[in-house]
């Protein structure tokens, strides 16, 4: 069986918008990985937001803020307060 690598240069669609600070970047997909970056890229926009998305997610950016973490409790405390 043969193993099919697909690559995709991350930077050829932002070349155009790119700084003088971005550093372009490559990396191999498996056809899994690759069907899995296209969905992503579907629902963030972009390569670069669907890979920042999963970065963000790993590192904890996208944790709710303090206000929301209220907001979230509130809304629980409120749903399992039994109602007489």
């Known amino acids: 069986m043969v193993n099919t690598v697909y690559c995709i240069i991350l930077s050829a669609c932002y070349t155009s918008a790119m700084s003088k600070q971005d550093t372009p970047k490559s ?31 790993t590192v904890g950016a996208n944790e709710p803020s303090n206000a929301e973490l209220l907001e979230m409790l509130k809304a629980r405390l409120i749903s399992d307060t039994p109602t007489r």
């Open 27 to 57: 990396f191999r997909f498996s056809p899994q990985e690759l069907a899995e970056l296209e969905a992503a890229k579907r629902k963030h926009g972009s390569y670069k937001a669907a890979i920042m998305a999963g970065i963000r997610t």
